[in-house]
């Protein structure tokens, strides 16, 4: 039996259906693991952080009378490189100090996920 280019290219569009569907299922399972719900972008990477981490992030942007210049400058929040954990499964997690703070671009849930996943329409994998 022989496919036809038509039937062929028929099938290379489901397989690639199938593909950006588990990409769309990878990306929201690691989105919702470790209760991440901060997000943000730096030097053109994409992480995720817990609630501890959007506090210390929250203080050191708008610092209050509890804050002390010492812990300023000492403090720091952890974030998991979402790029990196996409590609290639383990963990990356970083530490942030109020240095790294410069040129951050928080972002929200759905920003992050329709960047990880290429800027494509994200709804009909739902």
């Given amino acids: 039996m022989t496919l036809g280019f038509s039937t062929f290219r028929e ?3 489901c397989w690639d259906i199938q593909i950006e569907s588990e990409r769309a299922d990878r990306v929201r399972s690691l989105l919702k ?3 991440l719900i ?3 972008s ?3 990477e994409l992480f995720g952080a817990p ?4 506090v210390v992030f929250a203080k050191l942007k708008s610092p209050d009378e509890d804050v002390t210049p010492s812990w300023a400058t000492e403090a720091s929040f952890m974030a998991i490189n979402l ?5 290639d499964g383990n963990p990356a997690k970083r530490i942030f100090y109020k240095k790294d703070m410069k040129n951050m671009e ?3 849930r759905r920003e992050i996920e329709k960047k990880l996943l290429g800027n494509k329409d ?3 994998f739902k």
Avoid: H, N, P
């Avoid at 609630?51 to 959007?54: D, F, I």
């Avoid at 790029?83 to 590609?87: A, G, T």
């Fill in 42 to 44: 730096k030097d053109k």
């Fill in 51 to 54: 609630e501890g981490s959007r």
């Fill in 38 to 40: 901060f997000f943000f």
């Fill in 83 to 87: 790029s990196k954990m996409l590609e």
């Fill in 106 to 108: 928080i972002m929200d």
């Fill in 11 to 13: 099938l290379l569009d």
């Fill in 33 to 35: 693991s470790d209760s």
């Fill in 122 to 124: 994200v709804s009909k």
